[in-house]
């Protein structure tokens, strides 16, 4: 159950990996997101899916070691079983033909950026899309991105790969450039917050697809819940996308802070049990 | 489902019954005082999560069984969701057949040693003693009694597998591996179906495993039923989310032809009042959960927990009593319970609220939390809370809580943990459209059957109940296993 049938790195942290899951291919839309738990002891954690292969009975991750368990994840290796994989979750993203689109990915988020931007090609819309990273090498799925864009916009922090600067330089361009009838906006937590304020300036109505902590995913726990539009909301139910003016984006970066120290150091202890192997 | 009368008396006629009967007068019987549970220290057993409730040994369980009149009427039963033949199974204890007695446990429910830990008896069969009804004395001790017989069995390692019958190749599917479910599933199991539980979390058992700690209900004596379901035949899936993963049509694509639903209250109420989404202040389902699914206390697991020094509990039901004994064994200095009314409202277990009582848990009543606030970071640090006094009886029956004016305190707090109850889990409703479901959220069933508006799928539990208990879960699967089992006969045999 759930072996890895491929694995590619994207960069030294970034990972991709192919996994066997006939069900869930089949059952997945765009949006969709699976819970991951490597090993007994390990912890659940939520993964956008960023493809599937219904034929080959597959889905495909994107992970960035970023803690203990999107390490424990992006170490296992070709042949090697995920432990526990469960979905797909989460409200599918809603597709239509809305006009121009603008979609934004940022680092990793440009994964399940990438089924979105297909399936808004394929309902007929013209997508622009810029991707951002801080370097070159953390610019991910580019040519597949490419495939499903009318047009692609890089943008690096440090101008190592395409233009230099943020990725909301880059969108400021497309929006006082043409009419843009939707955004969608997927990374890290701050861009998003950033990303939003700016097609807020422009009236632009926004999706922004949130990463939050989750342990089982199905609404029992509440670990995800958010604001938006002063009411709480639960990323694994209601979610994960939502409508990025109304999120309150401060306090769920203060909301994915809550574990950081006792992360950091699990991370520190998981690392040096690795050093000694 | 209810067992006939003439069926009990026929039992009870049997020579065996009438011989034990026969042992000793009713009056020497009734002279006897009720046992008493031993319990491990509240010192020590705070240090661990060491089983609280240490189980009655042979002996006492041999003198318990004694005070049992074996009634000509045992109402007893009549308390019992799952209608277990009480007197017959007391009585094989007292005549020293303690596998004998487990088996009689079996007959009709899945998971006695489970049902004689956490049920509440005393609201159930032990309310319907004769000795409560009639003598006005301490009933029977009906749920140490069950936990004997069970705990006999299975730590003597003579566990037997109750019998099924042939297979009947029908195929039928249970969604949700909580007490509900694995009732359903067993009574299933023994007509001769091929059953399939579907769970959507990486561990069977819901909340039996991810909710009642470990130090009221240990994992293992889950797993160990479980387990006997498995010798049955009754197959498992995990991480499999009905709805979800496949849906109930690919399902009947497979075979499945009967459906039930026990995918209970998952989802966690908040007070909405400012300051909830701070850092520190979480469900009880999540506190609970994190440690006892995936024992985040431990040091070898990922999962991280947050657990402070001065943890207040919001509500005043057994979720809230488990989650505020859990913060005091993860090494609360201060664990409070703040309950909006008083402690003769509460709806917890008096069992529960007297082991908490005895841990040097702070029982906060009538009083509210109006606010929360946070250092820097954004994590909880103080609570505002507001006296309440009780005025008219509300919809429930009890004394609706009323908030006094300018009766605010703040009281210093790194952990919140909110208890103040469940919404059903909206994965099922929401994926089949054509379920009907009440505004609360729960399916609607026939009363007496469980069967929804969608004929093949019958429903069971918190699904239905909206937070129940264990027993009156297993009463619903006992009884929608029945009512299945026509459903599916008549439609093979028409």
């Keep these: ?277 | 489902m209810a067992v006939s009368k003439e069926f009990l008396k026929e039992e009870r006629e049997q020579s065996w019954r009438v011989d034990i009967r026969g042992l000793m007068k009713n009056k020497e019987r009734t002279a006897l005082e009720r046992i008493h549970m031993g319990e491990v220290d509240p010192k020590e057993r705070i240090l661990s999560n060491i089983e609280v409730n240490k189980g009655l040994t042979q002996e006492e369980a041999l003198g318990e069984a004694r005070r049992c009149l074996d009634c000509p009427d045992p109402t007893c039963i009549t308390g019992c969701p799952v209608e277990i033949n009480i007197p017959k199974f007391i009585k094989r204890i007292e005549k020293g057949e303690f596998l004998e007695a487990a088996k009689v446990l079996k007959e009709t429910s899945a998971l006695p040693a489970v049902c004689g830990r956490v049920c509440p008896q005393e609201k159930q069969c032990e309310s319907k003693c004769f000795y409560t009804v009639k003598l006005k004395k301490e009933p029977v001790a009906i749920g140490y009694l069950e936990r004997f017989a069970a705990d006999y069995e299975r730590e003597t390692n003579q566990m037997s597998v109750p019998e099924v019958a042939k297979s009947n190749g029908i195929k039928v599917a249970v969604i949700g591996s909580g007490p509900a479910g694995l009732t359903f599933a067993g009574d299933m199991a023994k007509q001769g179906y091929d059953v399939t539980v579907f769970e959507a979390l990486h561990e069977i058992g819901g909340v039996l495993k991810y909710g009642i700690p470990e130090f009221r209900l240990p994992n293992n004596i889950v797993d160990v039923e479980i387990d006997i379901l498995r010798k049955m035949g009754v197959k498992f899936e995990n991480n499999f989310i009905v709805g979800r993963t496949a849906t109930i049509e690919d399902l009947k694509e497979e075979g499945f032809e009967g459906f039930f639903t026990a995918s209970g209250a998952g989802l966690p109420r908040f007070m909405n009042i400012p300051g909830e989404n701070y850092i520190g202040v979480l469900s009880s389902n999540e506190y609970l959960t994190r440690i006892n699914l995936m024992h985040a206390a431990s040091p070898d697991t990922d999962t991280p927990i947050l657990s402070g020094k001065n943890v207040a509990v919001i509500g005043g039901g057994n979720t809230a009593m488990d989650s505020v004994r859990t913060a005091k064994r993860l090494g609360a200095d201060r664990a409070m319970i703040i309950y909006r009314r008083s402690m003769e409202e509460m709806p917890a277990r008096v069992e529960e609220i007297k082991h908490a009582q005895e841990e040097g848990i702070e029982f906060m009543t009538l009083t509210n939390p109006v606010e929360y606030f946070a250092d820097e970071k954004g994590k909880v640090s103080r609570m505002r809370v507001q006296k309440m006094e009780l005025g008219e009886p509300d919809a429930s029956g009890r004394r609706r809580p009323v908030p006094m004016e300018g009766s605010e305190y703040d009281i210093d707090v790194d952990t919140v943990v909110v208890s103040v109850g469940v919404s059903p889990n909206p994965l099922i409703p929401n994926s089949l459209p054509q379920l009907e479901t009440t505004r609360w959220g729960t399916i609607v069933v026939d009363e007496e059957k469980l069967q929804s508006s969608i004929p093949e799928m019958f429903a069971g539990g918190d699904i239905v109940r909206g937070g129940a208990t264990v027993i009156l879960a297993m009463g619903d699967g006992r009884n929608a296993a029945a009512a299945m089992h026509q459903y599916l006969q008549e439609k093979h045999n028409s």
Excluded: W
Aim: hydrophobic residues 40%; glycine residues 10%; contains cysteine.
């Design chain 1, 1 to 277: 159950m759930n072996k890895i049938v491929e694995k590619e790195f994207f960069s030294e942290n970034v990972v991709r990996l192919e996994i066997e899951a006939p069900r869930i291919a089949k059952a997945r839309r765009a949006g969709h997101f699976v819970i991951v738990k490597v090993g007994e002891k390990g912890e659940r954690i939520p993964l956008t899916i960023a493809s599937a292969n219904p034929e080959k009975g597959t889905i495909t991750l994107v992970v960035q070691r970023v803690g203990v368990s999107s390490r424990r994840l992006a170490d296992l290796n070709v042949g090697d079983e995920v432990t526990d994989l469960v979905g797909p979750l989460g409200q599918a993203t809603h597709i239509e033909n809305f006009g121009t689109v603008l979609a934004c990915g940022g680092g990793v988020g440009v994964a399940p950026l990438l089924p979105i931007v297909e399936a808004l090609k394929k309902a007929g819309n013209k997508v622009v899309t810029v991707i951002a990273a801080r370097t070159k090498d953390l610019i991910i799925l580019e040519d597949q991105i490419r495939e499903y864009s009318d047009e692609l916009i890089i943008t690096t922090d440090d101008g190592s790969y395409g233009e230099k600067g943020l990725v909301t330089e880059a969108m400021e361009k497309v929006l006082q450039r043409e009419k843009v009838d939707l955004s969608v906006v997927i990374g890290p937590a701050i861009m998003m917050k950033f990303a939003s304020l700016t097609t807020k300036k422009y009236e632009v109505p926004t999706y922004a697809s949130l990463n939050t902590i989750m342990v089982d995913g199905t609404g029992m726990c509440g670990a995800c819940r958010i604001t938006v539009g002063g009411k709480t909301k639960f990323v694994c139910v209601d979610g994960p996308e939502f409508d990025a003016h109304q999120v309150d984006f401060d306090e769920m970066l203060l909301r994915l802070n809550g574990y950081k120290e006792i992360e950091k150091e699990a991370e520190q202890n998981y690392l040096h049990s690795k050093d000694k192997q």
